[in-house]
């Protein structure tokens, strides 16, 4: 289950990725190793980011 810091992160990754960038959003999991929220994006997939517990963007 995501922070609600990591959730605040998704929306504005989220709104960024879509809205401002024009990518599409392939994929939003939870990495059971580290916890950090990752996100697949763009039209290649070359996009990765990933959302640590506190909010941080990595």
Do not use: K, W
Not at 16 to 31: E, N
């Amino acid at each position: 289950m995501p922070t609600y810091a990591q959730l605040e992160g998704l929306y504005r990754a989220s709104y960024f990725l879509t809205y401002v960038m024009l990518q599409p959003i392939h994929l939003v999991c939870i990495d059971e190793r580290t916890n950090n929220l990752f996100i697949l994006a763009g039209h290649n997939e070359e996009i990765e980011i990933e959302i640590a517990p506190d909010g941080e963007v990595l």
